[in-house]
């Protein structure tokens, strides 16, 4: 872990300047979803940063977005990988473990304004729902856009690095991403998620995510 944070540090110390974004703090508000009674992983949340521990196991966590960052157009953040997951088909359901993703959750402001209050269960199933998941895992090309074997048409995948350890930041145009994966321009940005799967391999993911904006 010492590895890892040092290497947050200096990606934190060199990252251009983006004071002028909110940043969503990793602290209260942060909710862990359960895909399985059996099945949990280890969250560590500092303010700043987020630390997954991934043992044979499957969840993701989530916060809703307050409204004046509903037009989040833009997402920037550093994260690491200490341990890592094999590569695998991340098309393919019940095989398509991964490091880590960070899902950004957009609906239309009407159901936007409905949905609020609920769980992202409640989001992520609802039919106007689009989800775009940028992904440190898999075998796949850095960029390629790739459908989710759960979401359907709500859901895709960008990936960002293949599945291996190292760090690095990110800088993401979600609007010109959301017009590749779905043919249209992005609604309501109405929350954000991070997810580690390691259930289907049986090894262990250990990485943290920190500096997380949205402009």
């Known amino acids: 872990m010492r ?7 200096c990606l934190l110390a060199t990252a251009p300047g983006m004071a002028e974004a909110g940043q969503i703090a990793f602290a209260e508000g942060w909710k862990e979803q359960r895909f399985s009674l059996l099945s ?9 940063s987020l630390g997954v521990r991934s043992d044979g196991t499957v969840s993701l ?54 949905a609020r209050g609920k769980g992202v269960r409640a989001l992520l199933d609802n039919p106007q729902a689009r989800v775009l998941m940028y992904v440190w895992g898999g075998a796949h090309p850095r960029g390629q856009v790739l459908p989710s074997p759960y979401l359907g048409a709500r859901g895709r995948s960008v990936i960002q690095r293949q599945a291996g350890t190292g760090a690095a930041a990110e ?20 929350g954000v998620a991070v997810s580690s799967d390691s259930d289907d391999t049986g090894t262990r993911v250990l990485a943290r995510i920190a500096d997380l904006r949205v402009e």
Do not use: I
């Open 3 to 9: 590895k890892l944070m040092t290497a947050l540090v």
């Open 40 to 48: 949990s992983n280890d969250y560590a949340l500092d303010g700043d």
């Open 61 to 114: 966590l989530w916060t809703a977005l307050p409204r004046d960052m509903w037009q989040g157009r833009r997402a920037s953040w550093e994260w690491a990988v200490e341990r890592s997951v094999p590569a695998t088909d991340l098309t393919r359901r019940g095989g398509d473990d991964r490091n880590l993703s960070l899902y950004f959750l957009f609906l239309p402001e009407a159901a936007a304004l409905e």
């Open 171 to 190: 800088r993401v145009d979600l609007r010109r991403d959301h017009r590749r994966a779905f043919g249209e321009p992005p609604q309501s940005l109405v």
